[in-house]
């Protein structure tokens, strides 16, 4: 399989394989698609160890590095999924929250592994790409939750 010309590279401490299934299982279009594995010692790990796990989440392609404690994620970097209604939102959101990760706001969250995500309803978007009145609503409630709530979207643009 040749090597992507572009690919997102997440520094993790130890977790990248956990990860990258986590992440196969919770977003279509995303897989796991090889392991590699040391071939010495380096130093935060040993021969064998898994070092690096290529994968790729909503059609994306990422590598995992396994590089040890030194790093830690921010929001500097964060996965935007776009979602189309309450369900699937909910169903994002729950899976990272529900599973060691921690609500943020407006719409942000971070995995258990502290990757931010931005569970975004293509609605938000759509309400704030329009503009005027409605775009100012629409962002003056999302700017009270954590994860979005649709229906209060679509009645804050409606006015």
């Known amino acids: 399989m040749p090597i992507a010309k572009n690919t997102i590279c997440i520094w ?13 299982e919770i977003f279509p279009d995303s897989s796991v698609t090889a392991i590699h594995h040391a071939p010495g010692d380096f130093p935060s790990g040993e021969k064998g160890d898994v070092l690096t796990v290529e994968f790729t989440v909503a059609g994306i392609p990422c590598l995992g590095l396994n590089g040890g404690p030194a790093f830690k994620h921010n929001e500097a970097f964060s ?16 899976a990272i929250v529900g599973n060691g990760g921690q609500e943020s706001a407006c719409g942000w969250c971070k995995d258990k592994w502290g990757v931010s995500w931005q569970i975004t309803p293509r609605v938000l978007t759509e ?5 005027g009145d409605g775009a100012k609503r629409a962002f003056a409630v999302m700017m009270d939750m954590k994860k979005i709530d649709v229906a209060a979207i679509e009645a804050a643009r409606r006015g």
Do not use: C, P, S, V
């Not at 996965?79 to 369900?87: C, G, K, R």
């Not at 309400?127 to 503009?131: C, D, E, K, S, V």
């Open 127 to 131: 309400a704030l790409f329009a503009g």
């Open 79 to 94: 996965f935007q999924i776009a979602t189309d209604d309450q369900e699937e939102t909910d169903r994002y959101w729950n």
């Open 12 to 24: 993790y401490d130890k977790d990248a394989e956990a990860a990258a299934h986590f992440y196969a």
